[in-house]
């Protein structure tokens, strides 16, 4: 398990849900944020709507887990799961990239089951 503390001043906290649950923080609900997970862990990515929003760049992540489709560098919709089975060393070193940066950027407002 690791050790991870979920930042202060986050505006919600979620605790721990289903990937099911975590559907609805996709950015379709204005008055809801939007939540992206790697490796279980949930970063609010609200503040980077226009990435993470209906129209950007990476909606395709929003309300995901989006741990191999970073690990891939892809923005395929299949690609945007928890699974990291089959991952390469190389892609498994791009994914821990990926996650410093959201460490860096963004608040962990929860986790994945």
Same mark, same amino acid.
């Given at each position: 398990? +690791?050790?991870?503390?979920?930042?202060? &001043?986050?505006? %919600?906290?979620? &605790? %721990?849900?289903t990937? =099911?649950?975590?559907?609805k923080? $996709? &950015? =379709?609900?204005?008055?809801?944020?939007?939540?992206?997970?790697i #490796?279980? /862990?949930?970063?609010?990515? =609200?503040?980077?709507? *226009?990435?993470? *929003?209906? /129209? *950007?760049?990476?909606?395709?992540?929003? *309300?995901?887990?989006a741990? /191999?489709?970073?690990? #891939?560098? @892809? %923005?395929?919709?299949e690609?945007?799961?928890? @699974?990291?089975? &089959?991952?390469t060393?190389?892609?498994l070193? +791009?994914? $821990?990239?990926?996650?410093?940066?959201?460490?860096?950027?963004y608040?962990?407002v929860g986790f994945?089951?």
């Amino acid at each position: 398990m +690791v050790d991870v503390k979920v930042m202060a &001043g986050a505006s %919600t906290h979620v &605790g %721990t849900i289903t990937e =099911s649950e975590l559907l609805k923080y $996709d &950015g =379709s609900n204005p008055s809801l944020p939007i939540y992206v997970a790697i #490796k279980k /862990r949930i970063f609010d990515v =609200s503040s980077a709507q *226009g990435f993470y *929003g209906p /129209r *950007g760049s990476y909606a395709v992540f929003a *309300g995901k887990d989006a741990s /191999r489709a970073l690990a #891939k560098m @892809s %923005t395929k919709e299949e690609d945007a799961i928890g @699974s990291l089975e &089959g991952l390469t060393e190389k892609e498994l070193k +791009v994914l $821990d990239d990926w996650e410093k940066k959201f460490e860096d950027k963004y608040p962990v407002v929860g986790f994945l089951e």
